[in-house]
């Protein structure tokens, strides 16, 4: 947070680690060029939003929603479920009526 | 001298909460169902879908942290944990981070007479996720098979602070825990069924030091007999560890139930990051201080509350006034009992003995088991009254545990009735003494055991049916 706030605007936020290491979280396999790419278009990015930076935001209260809104409650009422086969129609691989993954323990 | 180390454990407990609807949509929460049946758009994660709050779930989260002494934030939020695992279709779960509805509670446990205040950290809600299957066993298994039916359930998470020093405290604090929230009626609290999980946090050091060790996480124990054996085992494995001069290492294990040993679960993927960011899709809540305290004022009863209730009241033992607390169905069994038979110590000693043996017997819930007060009230007035024994009362009373018949009836079909006539006890007292003669003589240069045989013989040839008070006396009379 305190990053956010303070005016500096470093060029090269994101690296070539951090970026393979968001691609392992996103399961993502990446060759060097499209690392290369990504570090770029990040950092375009991230520039770009700086630009709020530049903005005075003292009288500015923090929140953690873009809606004014609070409370939004639905009752404890069960409703329809779904049909298996429309629940399973997009499955890649499916087994009886299971969805069906490389082995996870 | 051996090094003494202090263990330090908290415990991670997640509830699920017994709502008729998920908690983001109105997909149903009821246990098993055929696979992927229990499921709709929302908890599936299908584009353009939007989750919205059950207001019933925040209340028993609520509800729950106001028993556990917890302050309710004012403010509160999800936030979206990001993770890739197929457990939750949309890849990330809803959960709260640096919000969560309530903080800094407490509940007390009491062991060998000691009470210890355990510190709650926070209390949070999340959905819970679904479920792998694996067609051959976990390790041999080619792929794993999904059922998302649990995805969505509501989940309420309970951090305690590192306050517990043993596993026999870790497992105080549990049960204590899943009483309250029993009491509370928000959840099935089902241990098997998965209703109530467990995981903890375990680390030791030297004795003195406040500096904590190293912790490691366990997983997968599924009672409190495991969670205790789980934890002893981790402790005196930390323990051999550093023994040897060697260092604990951060990991999360899984206890081996079978083995009796806890296993690394690490893995290379293991790069926790979970990237919390507040969740766009729900507004965040408000929670209105009036609603708080007409929830507060409707907490019922809690076990500790009533463990005293019944010392003062009925002159229990602290002991054994806590056994009956623990659970609410026994409780409430125990004083429909003595609203049948007023004579709460006789009834206590009942519950707490031969009906909490067969019940752990036969490993069931008392609301399984056919027995009713009014049968257990009958019985005690039996023995009250002599027409039977009290040896006979427990065959008697383990045929009504497990057939729900009425004692009456069971005495006259088995022909129990207690022998109190004098006449016909003296025949086979006088057959007895003639047939231990040597006994006898025991007996009379003084040897007190003696007489214990001889009360026994005659109980055998009435099949213990004899008023062991009379062939006492009867005994001794002819003996003289």
Same mark, same amino acid.
């Given at each position: ?105 | ?21 998920? #908690? ?47 302050? #309710? ?53 999340? @959905? ?107 402790? @005196? ?11 604990? #290492? ?24 979970? &990237? ?80 909490? &043996? ?72 006088? @057959? ?49």
């Amino acid at each position: 947070m305190d990053t956010m706030t303070t005016k500096e605007t470093k060029k090269q936020v994101i690296t070539t680690s951090q970026v393979e290491h968001v691609a392992l979280l996103a399961r993502l396999e990446l060759n060097e060029a499209e690392k290369d790419i990504y570090v770029n278009q990040l950092n375009n990015i991230l520039a770009y939003m700086q630009m709020l930076n530049e903005l005075n935001t003292e009288n500015v209260t923090p929140t953690a929603h873009v809606l004014p809104l609070y409370n939004v409650f639905r009752q404890d009422e069960v409703g329809r479920h779904m049909p298996v086969e429309k629940v399973l129609a997009n499955a890649p691989e499916k087994e009886e009526q299971f969805f069906k993954v490389p082995r996870i323990v | 001298m051996v090094p003494e180390y202090e263990t330090v454990i908290g415990l991670e407990v997640h509830v699920e909460l017994k709502t008729n609807s998920k #908690i983001f949509c109105n997909s149903t929460t009821a246990f098993g169902g055929e696979p992927n049946t229990h499921v709709c758009p929302v908890c599936l994660g299908l584009p353009g879908v939007l989750p919205v709050v059950n207001r019933k779930a925040l209340e028993y989260t609520i509800r729950t942290a106001l028993a556990l002494n917890c302050e #309710i934030a004012g403010f509160s939020k999800f936030d979206r944990k990001n993770y890739y695992y197929p457990d939750m279709p949309k890849n990330y779960q809803i959960s709260q981070y640096d919000l969560p509805f309530a903080q800094k509670g407490h509940l007390n446990i009491e062991l060998n007479g000691n009470i210890r205040r355990i510190g709650i950290t926070r209390v949070h809600l999340e @959905e819970d996720t679904g479920k792998l299957v694996h067609p051959a066993t976990i390790t041999t298994s080619p792929y794993s098979l999904v059922d998302y039916n649990r995805a969505g359930v509501p989940l309420m998470e309970i951090v305690s602070e590192p306050d517990l020093r043993s596993p026999e405290e870790a497992r105080a604090y549990l049960e204590k825990l899943k009483a309250i929230i029993s009491y509370l009626d928000v959840s099935d609290c089902k241990m098997e069924e998965g209703s109530l999980r467990c995981d903890a946090n375990v680390s030791v050091r030297l004795q003195g030091k406040e500096e904590y060790g190293t912790k490691t996480e366990i997983k997968n124990m599924n009672s409190f007999k495991s969670l205790q054996r789980a934890l002893a085992y981790e402790v @005196e494995r930390q323990i051999e560890v550093l023994g040897n001069g060697g260092r604990v #290492i951060q990991e999360t294990r899984a206890w081996d139930e079978g083995k009796g040993i806890t296993l690394s679960m690490r893995s290379k993927e293991e790069a926790h990051d979970y &990237r919390y960011f507040p969740e766009p899709d729900l507004v965040p809540l408000v929670i209105d201080r009036q609603w708080v305290e007409e929830i507060r004022a409707s907490l019922p009863e809690l076990p500790d509350a009533r463990k005293t209730r019944y010392q003062r009241d009925y002159g229990l033992s602290a002991y054994d006034a806590a056994r009956l607390a623990a659970e609410l169905e026994l409780a409430e069994f125990f004083e429909a009992c003595v609203k049948c038979y007023p004579q709460p110590k006789m009834v206590s000693n009942w519950i707490n003995g031969e009906l909490s &043996r067969l019940l752990n017997l036969h490993n069931i819930n008392i609301n399984a088991c056919p027995l009713t007060p009014p049968q257990l009230g009958a019985l005690l007035e039996l023995i009250e009254k002599g027409t039977i024994s009290g040896k006979i009362a427990k065959t008697v009373f383990e045929e009504m545990f497990n057939k729900g018949k009425d004692p009456a009836q069971i005495i006259q079909e088995k022909g129990l009735i207690q022998i109190s006539d004098e006449d016909a006890l003296i025949k086979i007292v006088n @057959e007895v003494i003639t047939q231990n003669q040597k006994v006898v003589d025991d007996y009379r240069a003084g040897k007190d055991r003696a007489l214990a045989f001889l009360v026994g013989q005659v109980m055998k040839v009435t099949r213990g049916k004899a008023n062991p008070e009379l062939v006492n006396r009867l005994l001794k009379e002819k003996m003289q």
